[in-house]
């Protein structure tokens, strides 16, 4: 069955990078999507960017000057790279598979997500 | 952006209807097909697909849920609720990037 798995440090410290790792199974990254979606403690969904199955890359504009998303097709992981980090930027990071073009881009299966605090 | 909107909290007793609705600032029907989904969060986990493109069915979901709406206006209804339904409900739009979710419907029981 189709399975993702997030992974990566659980601290990072204010203007360092973060960077984290979804591991893929049951599913081919050269035909399917994967988004980046996080959310601050008790707050809501924000949605990051998506890698395509193609390999073309979209982001949210609100981050995209800090956010970078690439993949590892032969690993079937997804990497997520993000610089500044600051306190506004701890939440739980989840990868998710998302339907593509032809479907309607919503995500269809989720990781269990990974915590990450920003603090000194 | 594309701004969705939810009411915070919905108290329902079992075994009765509950209605959540989501509305956004910009249409989002395109083409016959209405970009808009709905998600489950339980505390401690991820987020589950329930319906997509605003009244489909995501495998596996019991027919209790349903979704429905077009436009700026949408619904998803439990009917009847159980216990197990208390969770947040999310909706999602995918008109346009960035694709954003509404702030959640946090289902209590009565």
């Known amino acids: 069955q189709v399975q993702l798995k997030e992974s990566g440090p659980g601290l990072v410290q204010p203007s360092q990078t973060l960077s984290l790792t979804c591991t893929v199974s049951?599913?081919?990254?050269?035909?399917?999507?994967v988004s980046w979606i996080r959310q601050p403690p008790g707050k809501g969904l924000e949605w990051m960017g998506v890698?395509?199955?193609?390999?073309?890359?979209d982001y949210n504009s609100a981050i995209k000057s800090r956010l970078s998303i690439s993949r590892d097709t032969s690993k079937s992981q997804v990497f997520l790279k993000m610089n500044s980090l600051q306190t506004e930027d701890t939440a739980m990071y989840f990868c998710?598979?998302?339907?593509?073009?032809?479907?309607?881009?919503?995500?269809?299966?989720w990781g269990q997500g990974v915590m990450v605090t920003v603090s000194s | 952006d594309i701004v969705l909107t939810q009411s915070p909290a919905l108290a329902v007793s079992l075994g009765q209807r509950a209605t959540i609705s989501c509305k956004t600032n910009?249409?989002?029907?395109?083409?016959?097909?209405?970009?808009m989904h709905w998600y489950q969060q339980k505390p401690g986990q991820q987020p589950k697909l329930l319906i997509y493109l605003a009244s489909n069915l995501a495998s596996g979901i019991p027919a209790r849920f349903s979704g429905r709406g077009s436009g700026t206006d949408f619904t998803l209804t439990i009917d009847p609720v159980e216990a197990d339904d208390t969770a947040t409900y999310y909706c999602q739009q995918s008109r346009n990037l960035p694709w954003t979710f509404g702030g959640g419907t946090k289902l209590e029981l009565k």
């Open positions: 998710a598979r998302t339907r593509g073009y032809y479907d309607g881009y919503y995500h269809v299966h």
């Open positions: 049951g599913l081919s990254l050269t035909s399917n999507s």
């Open positions: 910009q249409n989002v029907d395109y083409y016959g097909n209405s970009y």
């Open positions: 890698i395509w199955s193609n390999g073309g890359t």
